[in-house]
């Protein structure tokens, strides 16, 4: 298929691109910027005026199930995401090679985002034995992970880093002490003292961050932390980098916009994993992402069944569905710090795609057409109807929030055009 | 975004569930207290029967057990002339996979009026409230750690029919501040009511810093603390809490944290002392003090029937 983007403002941090041109797309590829390739015919015109072009976003967090691949990868396109980095926590659980290899068949035969799999670092995510990485590696997997779980000693955590690091791959980690957490729903202050929910305190993350940074520094493992929720966290992530360490990190982009507070009267939409924190750990995560301390915002996404909302607060279910209000949130945080648009893009473009070692996403001629085109202007209220995600759970329903994505573009095939949904 | 809004009070402001005393206003509180004080007088006649909840159905939710809180609610809906149904919900439906809200739709087809709701997680009787029909009415018995309303209520009665001013009084709450819900509604309540200073004792495993935010003061010995209060509530202390880290034993609790004769001399001579049950003598209050002249446990539990009845009466629009 060849597709004309015509009108629209070309931003793509990795080719330095900030302009008002045309973008050519031909047999999975960019053909042309600005100028189209000798004897171009378009099977489709889009017509971009007052809209931007952007890279495809990438997504270095989600969980994907086999059963719900369609119905989530639309929703992926649905929120212009054209890369995605899925957890090993899903059923079945990723810690054998064909698993791997059936996720990633389905994915390619659907035409969705590229979808990259962390392996499970170890069996069945119990901490206890290594999973076969070299062989997960060789069916695709980026990476190694025990997804949500966190019950593993330091010293399984040693020998596995050790045993990654023989073959380079990377260790991705929730940085959150399982003791420290245990029986814990919400962030240890003021708000969970006063609904009486259990807490979480912040030195179940610094606590973990040390550790694992430390590990990684015996054995030269290279380290990506996972979601970092508190002040001290970033804090301890800036502390290692300063130092050379080998380490990235990732924050959702719900923690950038919420806080404790916003559990109100037990929203269960809220209960995620890390816990929503302080107003302080939320600034202190934007000044991190915006410094280059966390490298990536992600969506987090974890589509849930209405039922498993239908529940006090402690028994809920853990996540939020993130794909569709991804690019919304990086919008809106753009515009409350007042960072240029092409800057923000890539938290979740070229920075999120450094961190995995992914290639960066760009619209360069004979890159791969993975582009979203939305109009940065537009708002809407976010709904779960409106969602194509099956999971209608998410704690911005209800938000006014800006970004309308227009058309996504996977390996050049259309894969979301806001007109026909 | 009904998560955000607060239900418990209907359009007009006036009380539809009670489901926490945080965020009630003083007017409601003293109306549930003054409607009190006329069921007390109910209680002490031969016949303790008034017709006002004739032919409302109320049900007794209880996730967690609990023998004397049902009881009082049962006595008290009774005392209203209400048909009362306790299900203990914690051994039937929901061990059968039933969740909460397929409970709670089931009995409201039965007409249910109101539902008297127990539960062992925090804000449970929010989520009830959420999903009741409009014109159901749900009263929180207690969930997790958060809070135990009509307990707070009751001690604030038995309070004020000793120490009438709020604004002047001093109270010390005493022991497991972190996991009471009865510690929580209590100190809204007094907050609420006006009351200047509220003195938290404990040590920082079962009162952390944090709760000084709820209007309170933060003490960790005891004997600081008792000096010159007017009310001095003491918490139960489970047993529980000495499997882990919290406290090393009861013994030591106690010696760190008991109420003796001795300290309590440390209050002002016509200080009270409130519980709310059941005790554990020697662990968190010695027997001189619990059966002694300052002590108003007993009438505590008296007046949580009048409490009781009063909220009833209200949220059915039947003492307005």
Redo the contacts between chains.
């Keep these: 298929m060849k597709i004309a983007i015509r009108g629209g403002r070309l931003i793509d941090p990795v080719s330095a691109l900030d302009t008002r041109c045309d973008l050519y797309i031909a047999a999975g590829k960019v053909v042309g910027v600005g100028t189209a390739p000798a004897e171009w015919h378009a099977n489709r015109e889009i017509d971009a005026t007052g809209l931007v072009v952007a890279p495809g976003l990438v997504d270095l967090a989600a969980r994907l199930t086999r059963a719900t691949l369609a119905t989530e990868l639309a929703a992926a396109a649905a929120g212009g995401i054209t890369q995605i980095v899925c957890s090993p926590d899903a059923s079945p659980v990723l810690d054998d090679p064909g698993q791997v290899d059936m996720l990633r068949l389905r994915a390619q035969s659907l035409h969705g985002a590229q979808v990259h799999p962390l392996g499970a670092l170890s069996v069945g995510l119990r901490g206890e034995r290594l999973a076969e990485l070299a062989k997960l590696h060789a069916a695709g997997c980026i990476g190694f992970s025990q997804g949500l779980a966190t019950g593993f000693s330091p010293r399984f955590l040693w020998q596995a880093m050790q045993y990654a690091a023989t073959y380079g791959y990377p260790v991705w980690l929730r940085p959150e002490d399982a003791s420290l957490a245990a029986g814990g729903v919400a962030h ?3 708000v ?7 807490g979480i305190p912040a030195c179940a993350e610094t606590v973990a961050v040390a550790a694992q940074a430390e590990i990684a520094r015996a054995t030269g493992a290279r380290l990506h932390l996972c979601r970092l929720s508190t002040a001290e966290g970033v804090e301890a992530v800036r502390r290692a980098k300063a130092e050379g360490l080998p380490v990235t990190a990732d924050v959702s982009a719900l923690h950038l916009h919420l806080t404790d507070i916003d559990i ?6 809220c209960r995620l994993a890390p816990p929503l924190r302080s107003e302080r750990d939320r600034d202190a995560l934007r000044r991190g992402l915006i410094d280059g301390t966390i490298d990536a915002v992600v969506s987090d996404h974890r589509p849930l069944p209405a ?1 498993a909302r ?6 809920a279910a853990v996540g939020a569905s993130g794909f569709e209000t991804l690019l919304s949130l990086i919008l809106r945080l753009a515009e409350s710090e007042r960072v240029p648009l092409a800057d923000a893009l890539g938290w979740a473009g070229y920075r999120a795609a450094n961190a995995a070692a992914l290639p960066a996403p760009s619209l360069a001629v004979g890159a791969p057409a993975d582009v979203v085109v939305f109009d940065p202007r537009a708002y809407r209220v976010v709904r779960s109807s409106s969602f194509t995600s099956a999971g209608g759970n998410s704690p911005m ?2 938000y006014e929030l800006p970004g309308l994505i227009r058309y996504t573009i996977n390996r050049g095939h259309l894969a979301y055009d806001a007109g026909t949904h | ?1 009904l ?5 418990q009070l209907d359009d007009r402001g006036e009380l539809h569930h009670l489901l926490a005393i ?1 965020g009630l206003p003083k007017r409601i509180i003293e109306r549930i207290l003054d409607t009190a004080e006329s069921f007390v007088g109910v209680n002490e006649r031969e016949v303790k029967v008034v017709p006002l909840l004739r032919g409302k159905s109320i049900f007794n939710l209880f996730f967690e057990n609990s023998t004397r809180t049902r009881t009082t609610f049962e006595i008290a809906a009774k005392r209203l002339s209400a048909d009362v149904v306790s299900l203990d919900v914690a051994r039937s439906s929901t061990s059968k996979g039933e ?3 397929d409970t709670v739709a089931n009995l409201t087809a039965m007409h249910a009026d109101m539902f008297v709701v127990r ?1 062992s ?4 009787p ?2 009830i409230a959420q ?1 009741a029909a409009p014109h159901v009415h749900v009263i929180n018995a207690g ?5 135990h309303p009509t307990q707070g209520l009751l001690d604030v009665f038995t309070i004020r029919r000793h120490k009438p001013d709020f604004t002047r009084l001093t109270v010390a709450i005493v022991g497991d501040i ?1 996991h009471s ?1 009865v510690a ?1 509604s209590q100190i809204h309540a007094l907050t609420t009511l006006g009351v200047p200073e509220i003195r938290l004792v404990g040590p920082r495993t079962l009162v ?1 810093p ?2 000084a ?2 209007g309170a003061r933060i003490y960790t010995s005891l004997d600081e603390a008792l000096v010159g209060v007017d009310v001095i509530t003491m918490l139960r202390l489970q047993n529980e809490r000495m499997n882990g880290a919290l406290i090393p034993s009861a013994s030591e609790y106690f010696a760190c944290y008991g109420l003796t004769p001795k300290r309590l001399a440390l209050a002002k001579p016509d200080a009270i002392v409130l519980h709310p049950g059941p005790m554990n003598r020697g662990v968190e209050i010695d027997s001189a003090v619990a059966d002694g002249r300052q002590s108003v446990i007993l009438q505590q539990v008296t007046y949580g029937i009048a409490i009781r009845m009063a909220v009833m009466a209200m949220l059915a629009g039947a003492a307005r």
């Design positions: 240890d202050g003021e969970a003292a006063r609904l009486g929910l259990a109100g009267h037990y929203d269960a939409h039922d239908q529940l006090p607060f402690a028994e329903l209800g | 975004m998560s955000k809004r607060n239900l945080e969740t909460i809200l539960h997680e925090s804000g449970a929010w989520l999903h969930d997790g750690r958060h809070e972190l819900r929580r952390p944090e709760l935010r709820l």
